[in-house]
């Protein structure tokens, strides 16, 4: 089973709808969560932190269910613009000092006209 | 504007010809990091500097090695590129509180073709 686990898509939106992404992750002893945008040939760019208490930026929602081990990204009012591929990514603790990023494959999101 | 460079932004190969990726920081940040993204897949961490110290993920090849001659620099060597080391090579800085590392920021990569 993969550490990081999302639906790689395509999501095929149209302009103005509301998309949610879902990830789950394995290591219960994950501590941090982010989601990352990454555009065709780029460079992932960080999109947003996730808390517990959930937090929103803007369109954008994150939320995280630690007990179900699971991390949400809700888009609202989609823009062509937010067409990317969207990783969940995942901060893991595997004992010492060793603290390290795990990502997930990415769902892309298609926004149409 | 603090940023992290790649370069080259392209770099072609023959297979087993040794070649230098090169990243560079402006953000002051204690850690680096180097992946590999091959197409559809996740970014794979190869390995990462905190300050000098060199810390390698369990299944990176010992073609990859790196160099960190300063806060500011990391370096990449591919010793014999393969045809499978084809490959999108990202560079990432991020800082480290206590034991967690920060979010990080990604250089724009660098392309390798082996031919």
Known sequence: RKEVEQDPGPFNVPEGATVAFNCTYS??????????????RKEPKLLMSVYSSGN?????????????QYIS????????????????????????????LIFGT??????QP | DAMVIQNPRY?????????TLSCSQTLNHNVMYWYQQKSSQA???????????????????DNFQSRRPNTSFCFL???????????MYLCATSTRTGS????????????????
């Open chain 1, 27 to 40: 290591n219960s002893a994950s501590q941090s969560f982010f989601w990352y945008r990454q555009d065709c």
């Open chain 1, 56 to 68: 929103e930026d803007g369109r954008f929602t994150a939320q995280l269910n630690r007990a179900s």
């Open chain 1, 73 to 100: 990204l809700l888009i609202r009012d989609s823009k062509l613009s937010d067409s990317a591929t969207y990783l969940c990514v995942v901060s893991v603790n595997y004992g010492g000092a060793t603290n390290k």
């Open chain 1, 106 to 111: 990415g769902t892309l999101l298609a926004v």
């Open chain 2, 11 to 19: 770099q072609v190969t023959q297979f087993g010809k040794p070649v």
């Open chain 2, 43 to 61: 970014p794979k961490l190869l390995f990462h500097y905190y300050d000098k110290d060199f810390n390698n993920e369990a299944d990176t090849p």
């Open chain 2, 77 to 87: 060597d591919i010793r014999s590129p393969g045809l499978g080391d084809a490959a």
């Open chain 2, 100 to 115: 967690s590392y920060n979010e990080q920021f990604f250089g724009p990569g660098t392309r390798l073709t082996v031919l």
